[in-house]
């Protein structure tokens, strides 16, 4: 069996809890609050410029030349097609570049993205990929299946949807998996449960993304004092 089957095998559960997230069903049917994708939006551009320079890590410890390529690809995909959708989508809901630039992460953004960064520094390249798939992986799996039961008739939420089910994010996604099974051939069983540690964990923060999303999450909500906003 291929790691890749394994990692998703291991993670079924939080796998399938994260599709049935009322985010991201409410994405697929339309009836999602404005405000909240709203808020999604404009933390997740947040999430995406620290994606990008944990991308940037990955590629300076790739083995090979065509990896670095694909790495160089994808962190312009996160770069110009990703976040141009935010931008677009934001200037529909009247959020400018600039407030997009100067907004804070939220805590449990702040938090997936720092154990993003911390693992491309300390691991390897073995590392970097198993904390990269599920983030490419999760959302290629939720675009095309909101997709395969119709397209929601919000234009905004039909995009996002189009978009994360293109042909052009399920390649990547393949050919991210297919790097992963083949790095990982003859691994120990050591090696294996780490990556399923890290595969897991990074599971984990994407289900807890989409539910900092729908309760707007902010550090005075966790703390109770409006001191720290």
Known sequence: ??????????????????IDHPFVQGIGDGSLDKKRFRFYLIQDYVYLKEFARFLAVGLAKAPTVEAMTVL???????????MD???????DSDITPGELEQTDPAPDCLGYTSYLLRTAYEGDFLDFL????????GYVEIGSRLKKRGLPQD?????????????EFRDLTESIKDRLDESAQGISPQKMTRLQAVFSCCLKWEYLFWDMAWNEQSWAGRTGRDVLI
């Not at 069996?1 to 998703?8: P, V």
């Open 85 to 91: 959708l935010h931008r677009s989508i934001c200037a």
């Open 1 to 18: 069996m291929k790691i890749t089957e394994i990692l998703r095998r291991h993670t079924h559960e939080i796998w399938e809890a994260t």
């Open 155 to 167: 234009r905004h939420y039909a995009q996002w949807v189009e978009t994360y089910a293109s042909q």
């Open 72 to 82: 160089s690809d994808l962190v312009q995909l996160t770069l110009r097609v990703e």
């Open 130 to 137: 198993a904390a990269f798939l599920p983030c490419e992986w």
